[in-house]
């Protein structure tokens, strides 16, 4: 089968926001064996909307609307939908009940234009909305299948994960199962990595292989196709084995595991609490740690020491320090990890001092990076490195980095045990 | 005039890349006064390709084409719009040129097929490449614009820039210009706003008024078109006051700053400090904080205590409070935001407590949130708010909350004086 996403939205016209939607849901197309062969993006105008679908009727078997689901009245992706073909829309009382507990629990109050995002085209299934309040709906209908989800990725995302794909996938009719699997690495290039798998990645068709480099990350996307599933299994797995003699040390994870929950896995296996002392990184460590759920077991607590004050008189680092070597140095590094883990009464202390720019700082140039791991019962370790790139891009990379380094010490040590 | 993007490129069908090109051209034509009005994405398949160009003919006067010019055997742009417009492509010797000295620059063996990037379309303008080898064309036929460009934004954005924006301004007639605002409101929900503000919607044609809503944020777009740039802007002024009349009490910035850049900015007026005591949030706010560059002027560093260990022993909070309230709590809130501004000796100490989810705390439902804001000699307040939706959802709104309730408080404390 293949499929066409419209997305509907002045906005994106206007260069306002940028069209995330139609890459979340080719990639998870991509992976239902569904091919897509256009991208539309058109604004609220229902002409042109209603253009729009003849042309994607004329050539896409499934047609995926985003956006226009929302309660103002240039919200009129289902309105018009609905009179292209010919459809009532009627109230969802479920999708009402949900709008209004919606509102209830966020004690705000619900305007008339709110109980409109109710309304739903007849005859169609209604896919969730867990995370706001206009609902999805699949139709099924001349030939066709018409998937409306909203424009929000943090609603569209989930509800098209969760309902959305498993709707298309009970449709489409084809027997083969679609694997896929993807291998996640970090610590070498995507150029490196292409070229010491080059050979395998050119002579595979089933499954195939597709790397994506992406935020200092390079992953490999495993695809199978096979009638039975087990197999299709077997098949990922024969592939990566040969990657893996290849380039398997620098495998961290799998699918869309992250470092920062690679690392809360193995943290919880040693039963090991982490603390942060962060300069560099001002919390971003700390709060994406903290974006899992059940952070709480592997992380207590940690500082954000932006300034060389906090650096002193909360983690106690030396004036003497500060003064010989700087901030922005080994010694440095070491002590904010050392004594964050002491006064914060963790088993492991990582810090992050660095220079992110835009300017450079004790005449280190931007990009300067040290990275402090002080690990219970092991001596402390300080990893320099260097960055390029914006100020956002520095600091990221230096977390990941810093889950690296720290991955990689767990392992080691137990390792040697 | 209108104008169509169509972004050539089977990797941005398969996801791989998002087509942020369409969203930068989208921004700059409306600067231009061009009116956008479909983006398309078409794979590398000269016939859909083909087909593509034929819709966007009926349809659009200028059609910019971006990708598709590389060295490769599936790049085939030209080569298919040729064939669609019977037009030879010819060598420009210009091109070829600097081609050869653009490896000749990056020591590389220029191989045949990149002579190949050298031919364009005969009787076009060329536009010059200044970050790559593709040049550009403009191409005007048969009452259309035709305009290619390469895909890599780091290529393609300063050649438009540079030289295709400024061939379509010589080439579109229009004298009007175009000038837009973009109003930022905060703590009143979309559809609100609309309500309040619909019939200055209605009764709007130039300036145009456009809402869009995201992350708890509600923003208007005014758009004025005007021969004189300087009558356009007072335009915007006097459509901005009748809005201000009405909600103007949400309004707290322009364009595309954000709620913390606005924070910064109004404790950077008033010479004061901040320091946080994240429990919720787990750095989120520091982090945001710090992504802005010269935030250390206004923040020396704060604490995440995501135990109650730490918000005992890092920042004093009392046993009894956490016991009698426990930590999600007006009372805890306080005691945070005090003790953080005293212990990091700051002039503002702003907390956040709450429960992010999945599962409730101490009894209390996913989503509720205290946040404590204690400003030096004023009284402490203590905001409850309820929120829903995902755990990230909770933390990025409970972190807006924050900078709203603080800004607020500033302002009023200043209009006080």
Redesign the interface.
């Known amino acids: 089968m293949n499929a066409e996403i419209i ?1 509907v939205g ?11 939607n ?9 992976g239902l064996g569904i091919d ?8 609220d ?1 229902p002409d ?1 909307l209603k ?2 679908i003849a ?1 994607a009727e004329a ?1 896409s078997e499934i047609i995926i609307f985003t956006g226009g689901l ?5 919200d009129l992706t289902k309105e018009t939908i609905a009179r292209h073909l010919g459809k009532e829309l009627v109230m969802d009382e479920t999708a009402l009940a949900s709008i209004e507990l ?1 509102f209830k ?5 619900m ?1 008339e ?2 109980r409109k995002q109710a309304l739903v085209l007849e005859g169609s299934q209604i896919l969730a909305n867990d ?2 309040m206009a609902p999805g709906m699949v139709l099924e209908t001349g030939g066709h299948i018409y998937m409306l989800l909203p424009g ?1 990725p ?1 609603e569209m995302e ?1 509800m098209f994960l969760q309902y959305g794909g498993p709707a298309l996938s009970s449709k489409s009719g084809s027997n083969e199962k679609i694997v896929s699997r993807v291998l996640r690495f970090f610590g070498i290039g995507e150029a490196a990595l292409e070229t010491e798998v080059m050979d395998i990645i050119e002579a595979q068709s089933n499954p195939t292989i ?1 790397p ?1 480099a992406g935020d200092g990350e390079v992953t490999l996307r495993l695809t199978a196709k096979h009638p039975d599933e087990n197999i299709a299994h077997t098949m990922l797995d024969d592939v990566e084995k040969k990657i893996n003699q290849r380039v398997g040390e620098f495998l961290y994870g799998y699918d869309n595991i992250s470092l920062l929950q690679e690392l809360t896995k193995a943290l919880k296996k040693r039963n090991l609490t982490v603390t ?1 002392a ?1 300069s560099l ?7 994406e ?3 899992i ?1 059940g ?2 077991s592997v ?9 060389n ?2 650096k002193q ?2 983690l106690q680092v030396n004036q003497e320090t500060l003064e010989k070597h700087g901030a922005v140095s080994e010694q440095c590094a070491r002590e904010l990890a050392e004594n964050a883990a002491r ?3 963790a088993d492991v202390g990582i810090s992050f001092t660095g220079v ?3 300017d450079e700082l004790e005449g280190k140039p931007v990009g300067t990076v040290y990275i402090g791991i002080a690990v219970k019962k092991s001596p402390t370790i300080v990893e320099k490195i260097t960055l390029s790139g914006t ?2 891009a520095i ?1 990221n990379r230096a977390v990941k980095f810093g889950c690296y380094f720290l991955l990689k010490n767990l392992k080691e040590s137990q390792n040697a045990k």
Chains 1, 2 share one sequence.
């Open positions: 997305a002045s906005e994106l016209l206007l260069g306002q926001i940028v069209n995330t139609a890459r979340f849901l080719s990639q998870h197309l991509a897509v062969y256009y991208h539309t993006v058109v604004g105008n042109r253009a729009a042309h050539r929302g309660p103002t009245k240039d919606y629990r966020t004690n705000r109050v305007t234009n709110n995370h706001g929000p943090k989930p597709a994506l942060a962060e990184t001002g919390g971003l460590f700390q709060q740690l903290t974006a759920s952070a709480s992380f207590k607590g940690g500082v954000v020491c932006y300034s004050e906090v008189h909360i006064i914060l009464a992110a720019g835009p100020r956002d600091r």
